[in-house]
């Protein structure tokens, strides 16, 4: 298990923007050399946790829960067949593209050390915006990503540490239930009654999926 790259964004204007300045950096690259990964800070000030990777709409993206994007690459090659076009690394915006990890499987605070130093863990899935739909081009994408529920993965950082391309990736905690990113993306988009069982990963889960997932399980079960 491995990263093949750690890929940056610059930011680039865009007509699928939600930014107010009409910016996204979605747009990645692979990075030639190593690159800092730390904590960003809160959602609506941090952006991304990797140095030199541009974040422009700070709402919806980036921050403590959403530092760091991975997509397995065996994944953009299912989608390459399925869209027949050719999708290099970062294709899908995401910041390290991986070879040999189950991404979207993986499990809700499973930790990968990667090389000598970082440790991330997973927190969501990754819900398609129209930023996404527009920089691939393709008609009718976030249902079709909704669909596949091929996720991805965000993370966040538990111990910061220097990464570069060819780094070897090791899944050094998973936890005892079985509450996956594409397990999470499905209960908060597609099957709502999934929510409840995401309890089960406690805090490990993106705050935002914690409080949504109390919230219908309240409601399903109101104290009487």
Request: hydrophobic fraction near 35%; aromatic fraction near 4%.
């Amino acid at each position: 298990m491995k990263v093949l790259s750690v890929n940056l964004g610059r930011p680039t204007p865009s007509a699928h923007s939600d930014a107010a300045d009409g910016l996204t950096g979605i747009g990645k690259q692979p990075s030639a050399g190593p690159v800092p990964v730390a904590d960003p800070g809160p959602k609506g000030s941090g952006g991304s946790g990797l140095t030199g990777d541009a974040v422009c709409d700070l709402r919806h993206h980036g921050g403590t829960d959403q530092a760091v994007y991975a997509y397995a690459r065996e994944e953009l090659d299912a989608w390459e067949k399925e869209l027949g076009r050719p999708l290099p690394n970062g294709a899908f915006g995401e910041n390290l593209t991986t070879l040999g990890l189950t991404v979207s499987r993986a499990r809700i605070g499973e930790r990968w050390r990667i090389g000598d130093e970082l440790v991330l863990e997973v927190t969501s899935g990754r819900i398609p915006c129209r930023t996404f739909a527009g920089h691939l081009g393709e008609r009718g994408w976030v249902k079709r990503f909704t669909r596949e529920g091929a996720t991805g993965a965000y993370l966040r950082v538990i111990e910061p540490g220097t990464i570069r391309s060819g780094d070897p990736v090791e899944v050094v905690h998973v936890p005892d239930h079985d509450i996956t990113a594409a397990m999470e993306f499905r209960a908060t988009t597609t099957e709502r009654e999934l929510l409840p069982r995401l309890l089960e990963a406690g805090d490990a889960l993106h705050p935002e999926t914690l409080r949504a997932a109390r919230a219908y399980a309240a409601q399903r079960n109101p104290v009487s």
